[in-house]
């Protein structure tokens, strides 16, 4: 199944293969598309893969998590987006951005020494970090921040754009009961801490039209102590299915929940594909089409999710960065990806830009 071609929502993929998407630091200080970024979505392009989604796009300069971070936060970055996609389209790949705003997990160094927003003034064990609790002016700015990502992203030729609402990111923070304490319209109980992706996704959907594909990456488990678990966030995606959202792609962890949403060691099968249950809840109550993501690394458990109905498209992050051409590798009878899931890939901090450390 896995090189069967899949089509949504007028996407016209020619397998199930899709890139996860992957911060790359690859865009120019200020968030420019550089000619490095270009070069690496040609080649992942060429190695075969169905859909492409870009590393996360940051809308607002106040959700800031990581330096050289692709940006799509006003029209200046149109041009050099555009780019990019031009150069995608011309080797017949398709590419969506992912749009995102860090939330509690951004950091004050990259803020001009701000502090962090968060639906509440919730503590970050993990970066020693306390955020400051948003007002409502500031969550309307940023819903729409990511309306207005959207449009850029359709004029600067991206097929579709996803929502990052996973790995504890502004979005996830709002639907998880840990880090939203709200007692207004934005949060309380399971209704109201839906309002904001629903405000964002309806705030999406006027700027780009019916007619273009609106994904959402989702946590359907914080993996955490009093977050997000698996059947409030099944029930989230259905609401989106029928607000009108066009495919889910389903990972889960934050970073207070350490490592859990890139597993490291996954050296056999059945250490892979961490989150098919998840994939299997959210599949029996969909019809909108579901990624799996979350350390997929053989040919063969791949083929067994599909075949199980655990998910419709299978999304890679780590393998592809070792091996760009992974598809076409498994289309001429390759098993298993060469990556090991060391991590080293994310020790950003030391790396001039994310690539696989055992190929240097
Ligand atoms: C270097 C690196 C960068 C990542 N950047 C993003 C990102 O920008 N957006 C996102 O949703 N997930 C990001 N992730 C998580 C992956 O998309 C994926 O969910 C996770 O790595 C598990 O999949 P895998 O086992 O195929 O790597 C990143 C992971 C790695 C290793």
């Not at 929502?9 to 630091?25: I, P, Q």
């Not at 997000?228 to 099944?234: I, Q």
């Not at 809840?281 to 053989?298: D, T």
Request: net charge negative.
């Amino acid at each position: 199944m896995l090189f069967e071609p899949f089509s949504f929502s007028g996407l016209n993929l020619k397998n199930r293969l899709v890139r996860s998407a992957t911060y790359e630091k690859r865009a120019d200080e200020d968030g420019f598309v550089t000619e490095s970024l270009i070069e690496l979505y040609e080649d992942l392009t060429r190695g075969g893969i169905g859909l492409m989604i870009t590393g996360n796009a940051l809308v607002h300069p106040s959700g800031r998590t990581i330096p050289q971070m692709t940006c799509i936060h006003s029209d200046i970055y149109i041009q050099g987006l555009r780019k990019l996609t031009s150069a995608v389209h011309e080797l017949d790949g398709v590419i969506a951005i992912q749009l995102t705003h860090g939330g509690r997990q951004s950091f004050p160094i990259l803020l001009g020494g701000n502090d962090p927003l968060a639906p509440s003034a919730v503590y970050d064990s993990s970066t020693k970090i306390m955020p400051r609790a948003m007002t409502d002016t500031e969550i309307w700015e940023i819903i729409d921040a990511f309306a207005d990502a959207a449009r850029r992203a359709r004029i600067a030729g991206f097929d579709a754009v996803q929502i990052h609402s996973a790995h504890g990111y502004l979005v996830s923070e709002f639907l998880s009961p840990y880090t939203n304490r709200r007692d207004d319209y934005w949060g309380g109980d399971e209704e109201r801490r839906f309002h904001f992706p629903e405000e964002v996704y309806k705030a999406m959907r006027k700027e780009v039209g019916e007619d273009y594909p609106i994904m959402i990456k989702m946590n359907a488990d914080d993996l955490i102590e009093g977050g997000l678990r698996g059947d409030e966030a099944v029930k989230i995606a259905v609401r989106l299915e029928e607000l009108g959202l066009d495919a889910v792609e389903v990972s889960g962890g934050m970073y207070e929940s350490n490592r859990k949403t890139a597993q490291p060691d996954i050296l056999s099968p059945d250490e892979e594909a961490y989150f098919r249950n998840h994939g299997r809840a959210f599949k029996s109550k969909l019809h909108i089409p579901v990624m799996l993501v979350g350390g997929m690394r053989s040919r063969t458990v791949m083929e067994d999710v599909l075949q199980k109905g655990e998910a419709d498209l299978i999304s890679l992050a780590r393998p592809l960065i070792r091996e760009p051409d992974l598809p076409n590798k498994f289309r001429e009878g390759k098993e298993g990806a060469d990556c090991i899931s060391c991590n080293g890939c994310m020790d950003f901090g030391k790396l001039d830009v994310v690539e696989c450390i055992q190929l240097r």
